[in-house]
């Protein structure tokens, strides 16, 4: 048996390194969705730090049509499929990285409108509806701000 040795130091500098690389790389996909384009880089990182990474593998379902609609996802990697109950077809093109989902539950108390499925492994980075409007707002009046912004 081989065992390592790595001093306190070393060991949160790896540690920072890998958070300063995450962080990186959720403000560049945030950075790309229209959405919240016009944010603040203020009030960016602030919605990043309220998201949480979670990792479906493939096949299963992310949310599912009737399900109370409460959290708002971004995909960093891999694919989605949407879906309604007692139809084979999808009801949208496939998501893919820097695609969002569950933007219409959080407009409304609806129900989830459709089941969404990954259909590789997948990674997305997920927001509560709490959270959200904390950060940023409604996304009604978010979608009203970037709307305004199109016809200037």
Do not use: H, P
């Not at 790389?25 to 979670?54: A, C, H, P, R, W």
């Not at 891999?78 to 007692?86: L, Q, R, S």
């Not at 933007?103 to 590789?120: G, I, P, Y």
């Amino acid at each position: 048996m081989t065992a390592w040795e790595l001093d306190i130091f070393s060991f949160k500098t790896i540690l920072m390194g890998k958070a300063i690389k995450d962080a990186d790389f959720q403000m560049g996909v945030i950075n790309e969705i229209g959405l919240f384009k016009e944010l603040s880089t203020t009030d960016k990182q602030t919605l990043m730090t309220s998201m949480k990474e979670k990792e479906y593998k493939e096949k299963r379902a992310i949310i599912c049509e009737g399900d109370e609609g409460n959290t708002f996802y971004i995909i960093t990697a891999g694919e989605v499929k949407c879906t309604k109950a007692g139809s084979s077809a999808e009801v949208s093109r496939r998501l893919k990285k820097g695609d969002f989902f569950g933007e219409l539950a959080l407009l409304s108390s609806d129900k989830r409108q459709a089941t969404v499925t990954a259909t590789q492994d997948t990674t997305v980075l997920m927001i509560d509806r709490s959270a959200f409007e904390r950060v940023l707002g409604t996304l009604s009046a978010l979608k009203e701000m970037a709307a305004g912004q199109d016809r200037k």
